[in-house]
């Protein structure tokens, strides 16, 4: 049997599910320490090891600058310094070493130094990319797709590339969208989902920086917004969301058959998620746990198990 994850640390603790869903051939959830404080319209990225959650509303519905950290291998929190701005919605990556956090409320764009423990000021992006766009990295570049804000139609789309320091133009996205949510599989970046009109709560897309163009895929089976989106194996495993309802629903695309998959539902539905991702573990903390506000520090995490090939 191959290793489900490697870096799960404590988490691996409820054998009888975990059996139980690799026979069923799909994952496993376990929960996790919560998070110190509780947040929606995250987002996260995992850097040396950890997962960073960065920003988003409290309980209140008020914009924070907290960071905090998750160390898998010890199941615990620690605090980072905050961000020099209070924002939501926004969105964060790790390319050539570099941690970065941006969009949300304002295009200031932020990478950190884990010595000084402190956030630094990089170049702006083109456009604000509010209310979550799709993130993904590739080749060490980061390409960040929809949201909204300044002027925006909700399909700009726009790479960042560390080692110039300097943001560039895309072509646009099909679909405008918002609250969307992406990743990139064998060098193209999917997004997939979002709000905007009534095509953009299924459609999938993808973008081939080779050509500089998108094309339009099988969408996906239920409608939503507000969801989190990981890659595990070739495959996008989408989650949660809400409009018109809550959802728990989990839904896979596989790149190499073209074809969706529905999971069993997440253990705690969510909305205002963000994934991050180590080897085969998908790490959602966070979110909201009612449509609107309704913050929440439950931290799970899903286990991906490849399908065996016939």
């Not at 941006?102 to 992006?125: E, I, K």
């Not at 085969?280 to 399908?307: C, D, H, S």
């Amino acid at each position: 049997m191959k290793p489900i994850a490697k870096s799960l640390g404590v988490a691996l603790v409820v054998l009888s599910s975990f059996v139980m869903a690799l026979w069923a051939g799909t994952g496993a959830w376990f929960t996790l320490a919560p998070m110190p404080s509780a947040r929606q319209e995250i987002s996260t990225s995992v850097f040396n090891g950890e997962v960073f959650v960065v920003a988003g509303f409290d309980v209140d519905g008020a914009s924070t600058d907290t960071v905090e950290v998750y160390n898998p291998n010890t199941d615990s929190w620690r605090r980072a310094a905050p961000l020099p701005i209070g924002t939501n919605h926004n969105a964060a990556a790790v390319a050539a070493g570099g941690l970065y956090a941006f969009g949300g409320t304002s295009n200031r764009v932020f990478q950190y130094d884990p010595d000084a423990d402190a956030w630094l000021d990089v170049a702006p992006m083109h456009y604000p990319h509010g209310n979550t766009p799709a993130v993904a990295v590739i080749e060490d570049r980061i390409y960040v797709a929809g949201g909204n804000g300044g002027g925006m139609r909700g399909n700009e789309v726009e790479v960042y590339d560390p080692l110039v320091d300097a943001w560039t133009d895309l072509t646009p996205m099909n679909v405008p969208r918002n609250h969307t949510a992406g990743g990139a599989i064998a060098g193209k970046f999917y997004v997939v989902g979002g709000r905007d009109g009534p095509v953009a709560a299924t459609a999938l897309e993808v973008y081939d920086p080779q050509t500089n163009a998108w094309d339009t895929l099988s969408p996906m089976p239920t409608g939503r917004s507000g969801i989190a989106a990981g890659v595990v194996n070739g495959r996008l495993y989408v989650f949660g969301g809400e409009l018109p309802r809550l959802f728990g629903e989990v839904e896979v695309y596989d790149a190499a058959s073209s074809r969706w998959e529905q999971l069993p539902l997440m253990p705690t539905p969510r909305h205002g998620i963000f994934a991050a991702v180590i080897d085969n573990a998908i790490y959602l903390p966070g979110g909201a746990i009612a449509q609107g506000f309704g913050a929440t520090n439950v931290n799970e995490v899903f286990v991906a198990v490849q399908p065996s090939t016939p």
